[in-house]
C-alpha cells in the first residue's frame, strides 16, 4: 500500500450500514471524512460517534442530484461510493426508483469524481451480478446474466466504471460484496437483512422464517473483512490491481439452516430460551440465486487481501453488538 498520510475521503451512503463502519475506521485513523446521504435507508444514529469528531463533514444531499455529488466530493482525494438502494425484492418492486440510484446516481459519483480529479474511485459493486451462472467458486471474470432489476444496476455500475477508466483516466475498483454482516446492520424495514433481521426475531422469541428448505447457501462476510479491503483497494500502488472488480467475501459458504444454529448458539448464552425457538420455513424468494460461494484468489494476489473474520468469528461479534445496542 502507499504510504499512508492524511487524506479526505469522501464516503457516500456513510450513514448506512457499510458506510458508517467506514467512516468510523477511517476518521480513527487520522483522515477527514466526508459523508454524503440523504437518509433514505442510512440513520443519522449511525453517525453519533462521527458527528463529535473535528475531523468529520456531514452533507446531507442525494447522488442523484449532481450538484449535491459535486459539492460532496470538493477537495476529496478518494471516494468510497457505498450508496446504493440494495434488496432484489426492493428492486423488483420498484425497479425505475433502484435505476435511478444505482445508475443515474452511479453516473452523477463518476462524473463529479472525474471532474474533481480524485486519485480512485472505489466503489460498492455486488456478488448478484454471477446472476444464472452456475460455477462455483465465483470467479471475476465469469459471469452470468442477471436475475433481477438490482442486479442489473449493479453490473451497469461495473461497466461505467470501466468506461471512465479507459476513457477518462479515472481510476476505479469495484468491490462485488457478498452478503456482508455486522454491527449498524438495520433488523428493521420490510428489506432488512437477514441476519439482523433473524438476530431480532430470536432475541424477541419469534421464529426467524427461513425462506425455502434453509439449504440455500451464501458466503457470509463480516464487515471489517469488507473495511479491510476496501482500505487496500483505495491505497494500493499496483499498478495491475486497478481498474477492475474484486470478489469481496471470506471464501466459505453456509447454509440458512446453519447461519441459524450458529444464531441460537450464540444468542442463547445471553438467553437460554433462545435455543428452543423453533424455525419457520417460507416459499423461497423470487430473484434469489442458489448458491453463493466467492474465490478470493485475485484479491489476495494483487492487494494482499487477507480476511480475518470466518462467519462464526463475525456472528459472535455482531449478536454481541445487537445484545448491547438493541435489546
Same mark, same amino acid.
Given at each position: ?45 449511525? /453517525? ?19 450538484? =449535491? ?8 482525494? !478518494? ?5 446504493? /438502494? @440494495? ?42 451480478? !454471477? @446472476? $444464472? ?21 449493479? !453490473? ?18 469495484? #468491490? ?8 449498524? &446492520? ?23 422464517? *427461513?425462506?425455502? $428448505? ?9 464487515? $471489517?473483512?469488507?473495511? &479491510? ?5 483505495? /491505497? ?30 450464540? #444468542? ?13 420455513? @417460507? ?12 474465490? *478470493?484468489?485475485?484479491?489476495?494476489? #494483487? ?7 470466518? *462467519?462464526? =468469528?463475525? #456472528? ?12
Amino acid at each position: 500500500m502507499e504510504n499512508e498520510g492524511s487524506y479526505k475521503i469522501l464516503i457516500t451512503g456513510g450513514a448506512g450500514f457499510i458506510g458508517a463502519n467506514l467512516c468510523e475506521y477511517f476518521l480513527s485513523k487520522g483522515h477527514r471524512v466526508v459523508c454524503l446521504d440523504n437518509f433514505a435507508t442510512g440513520h443519522r444514529h449511525n /453517525l453519533t460517534a462521527c458527528l463529535a469528531d473535528a475531523n468529520f463533514t456531514l452533507v446531507e444531499g442525494d447522488i442523484r442530484n449532481l450538484a =449535491d455529488c459535486q459539492k460532496a466530493v470538493a477537495g476529496a482525494d !478518494y471516494v468510497l461510493h457505498q450508496a446504493a /438502494l @440494495g434488496s432484489v425484492p426492493r428492486s423488483i418492486n420498484d425497479p425505475v426508483t433502484s435505476n435511478e440510484v444505482n445508475v443515474s446516481g452511479f453516473l452523477n459519483m463518476l462524473v463529479a469524481s472525474r471532474d474533481a480529479q480524485v486519485k480512485r474511485f472505489v466503489y460498492a459493486a455486488s456478488s448478484s451480478t !454471477y @446472476g $444464472d451462472s452456475e460455477s462455483l467458486p465465483k470467479v471475476e471474470d465469469k459471469i452470468g446474466k442477471p436475475l433481477s432489476p438490482y442486479a442489473i444496476t449493479k !453490473y451497469v455500475n461495473e461497466l461505467y466504471a470501466d468506461i471512465f477508466s479507459k476513457t477518462y483516466g479515472l481510476e476505479t475498483i469495484g #468491490l462485488r460484496y457478498f452478503n456482508v454482516f455486522g454491527r449498524k &446492520q438495520d433488523p428493521n424495514g420490510a428489506y432488512a437483512a437477514v441476519i439482523p433481521k433473524f438476530v431480532m426475531q430470536l432475541m424477541k422469541h419469534e421464529s426467524p422464517v *427461513i425462506n425455502g $428448505d434453509g439449504n440455500y447457501s451464501r458466503d457470509f462476510t463480516y464487515i $471489517d473483512n469488507v473495511i &479491510q479491503m476496501n482500505e487496500r483497494a483505495m /491505497l494500493t500502488a499496483n499498478p495491475e490491481a486497478i481498474n477492475t472488480v474484486y470478489n469481496t467475501a471470506f471464501g466459505d459458504r453456509n447454509t440458512l439452516n446453519n447461519l441459524v444454529a450458529y444464531l441460537k448458539e450464540y #444468542l442463547s448464552e445471553y438467553d437460554a430460551q433462545i435455543a428452543s425457538v423453533p424455525v419457520i420455513h @417460507g416459499p423461497q424468494r423470487a430473484g434469489d440465486i442458489p448458491h453463493s460461494l466467492a474465490s *478470493i484468489d485475485k484479491a489476495r494476489q #494483487l492487494l494482499g487481501y487477507d480476511p480475518q473474520f470466518s *462467519i462464526q =468469528d463475525g #456472528l459472535k461479534q455482531a449478536v454481541k453488538w445487537y445484545w448491547e445496542n438493541l435489546k
